[in-house]
């Protein structure tokens, strides 16, 4: 299946009659992968990620003719910012308050403009390729994009959040394979019981590769508060499901724990003062001014 990758023009740039301030987006990784518009940058030598994504920016404001806002979500310093980057190169940060005003209009134009979907089938084509790194980071930055500017239970950010929960467990993390896929399940238990059992398998396939016993442990019983809740809800119907389970409970019994009955309010499914994504690392908010994405005109380190 293919996507439309509409309005662009050569290079991967929007065209120019797109609308003013189409915020981009870019995001870092923890270990430095430096992702535009959901395109992993070349990082050659030592340039550090603000400027190649300054750089990477200026060239969109340069074939706009207009100045381009872009959010950057920072993970090696847990932040995000907002800037302002101009056709000459310069640019600011601004508070969170100065940013573009929300709304489905403005999400509409930029997700017109660099489609989820486009972006999903080129993480599809890396892991395709076994490049399984840049698989990961390309959806670890379109998960977090879309959970910022949709929440976490957006049905985009859901299946972006998913894609990254079989990427981690293709590259063997299965820790962070089943924090992200609990998350979804979570949801899905709370929001679609329909929809939940597939999920809670996925949560469970990669839980049952954990060596740690504690997380075992505290995963597992979420896990099986999970699957007792669909039980009683009259959607655990295949046989491979209930399957599932029956080794969880199995599993956590043979850990020498007791395993009781699912409360009438699991604690992984109420709708409290509880996060939807507790373990999504919270980002301190941009300020104005903020030094490493602040140039002064004609700073660009791309030539014009």
Sequence with gaps: MTYSLTPRNEGNLPALSAPPLIRLDAYVAEDGSTVVNGHLLEMGGTR??????????????????????ATVIDRTVQQVARLRVYPDGSS????????????RERTAAEEESFPPLARVERI?????????????????????????????EDELSLEARAIEAYLAYQRGDY??????ALTVARIRCRTDLNRAA??????????????????VATRGQELLHMWEHLSTGGVLLEPSHQAMAKAVRSRLGRG???????????????????PVAPEDKPLKPTRRGLSRFTRWPGRSTESS
């Design 48 to 69: 550090p990620p603000n400027e190649a994504i300054l750089d990477a920016i200026a060239m969109f404001a340069r074939t706009l003719r207009a100045p381009v806002a």
């Design 92 to 103: 600011r940060t601004i508070a969170d308050e100065e940013d573009l005003p929300p709304g």
């Design 175 to 180: 820790m962070l394979s089943t924090v992200l």
């Design 124 to 152: 599809i084509q890396h892991a395709q390729r076994q490049e399984l790194h840049a698989a990961f980071v390309l959806a670890s930055a379109l998960r977090e994009h879309l959970t910022l500017r949709r929440g976490a």
């Design 256 to 274: 020498g724990r007791s395993v009781p009955a699912a409360p009438a309010a699991a604690p992984a499914l109420t709708t409290g003062q509880d």
């Design 198 to 215: 597939p999920e809670v398998a996925r949560a469970t396939a990669a839980w049952q590769r954990l060596d740690d016993e504690g997380q």
